[in-house]
């Protein structure tokens, strides 16, 4: 168990709608990192926020926005779905911003979009 | 010149063989390597990491061989075991220019290796 928590597991949706996914990062890790990993695909980096701020971002679609709450726990929202947005959507968490830092994964949200 | 490139992208090893992945880069300020391995359905965990002032790290099995000049490290499995087939995937990281301490991870497309009993 790497202490992050994801939700939901499993989301099944059609396309056109919007879907929120959220992540609790590990107690005391103040970065959290989003990616997409599509079947048989490698991880695709999509935002980091880093103690609220949002800190970089990779290759994610204007559809999609994140934020990072005071509480540090981060929401992932996708929106006006596609077919090819069906994906695992993988949220990390790490103390700092990921330098010499180890990155704890969640297990995962998975979404399928029909 | 930000990429990490990986190979191969699948591999398949008798157990009690040696498995290696190779990963290559052409940016010289990553400063840190570290390799993920991800079982399925399950988010990737941290196996290894090395810096680039040695040129070999060994924990247990997992061997890193980091060729500085190069610019190529590689993964070595000892003795595979059935319970190793997994995704791995090698990384790079680096400071990215600022005040912050910000860094980015580049990261590998990942090596899918079986290990047939």
């Known amino acids: 168990d790497s202490g992050v928590t994801q939700t939901p597991k499993h989301l099944i949706t059609a396309t056109g709608q919007r879907v929120t996914l959220r992540c609790s990062p590990r107690?005391?890790?103040?970065?959290v990192y989003w990616y997409q990993q599509s079947l048989d695909q490698g991880l695709q980096f999509l935002i980091h926020?880093?103690?609220?701020?949002?800190?970089a971002k990779g290759n994610i679609l204007e559809r999609f926005s994140a934020q990072q709450f005071p509480d540090l726990h981060s929401e992932l929202n996708l929106s006006s779905l596609e077919l090819g947005d069906s994906a695992l959507y993988f949220c990390?968490?790490?103390?700092?911003?990921?330098?010499?830092?180890?990155?704890?994964f969640g297990e995962g949200s998975r979404l399928t979009v029909l | 010149q930000q990429q990490v490139k990986q190979s191969p992208q699948s591999l398949i090893v008798q157990k009690g063989g040696i498995s290696i992945i190779n990963c290559a880069y052409e940016?010289?300020?990553?400063?840190?390597f570290p390799w993920y391995q991800q079982f399925p359905g399950k988010g990737p965990a941290l196996l290894i990491a090395?810096?680039?002032d040695v040129s070999e790290k060994k924990e247990g099995r997992f061997t890193i061989s980091f060729n500085k000049s190069a610019k190529q490290f590689s993964l070595h499995i000892m003795d595979s075991q059935p319970g190793d087939s997994a995704t791995y995937f090698c990384?790079?990281?680096?400071?990215?220019?600022?005040?912050?301490?910000?860094?980015?991870?580049?990261w590998g497309a990942g090596t899918k290796l079986i290990i047939k009993p």
């Open positions: 990390a968490s790490s103390v700092g911003t990921s330098g010499t830092g180890e990155l704890f």
């Open positions: 107690s005391g890790d103040l970065s």
């Open positions: 926020y880093y103690n609220g701020e949002e800190r």
């Open positions: 940016n010289t300020a990553f400063d840190y």
């Open positions: 090395i810096r680039p």
């Open positions: 990384a790079a990281s680096h400071k990215l220019p600022g005040e912050d301490s910000n860094y980015q991870l580049i």
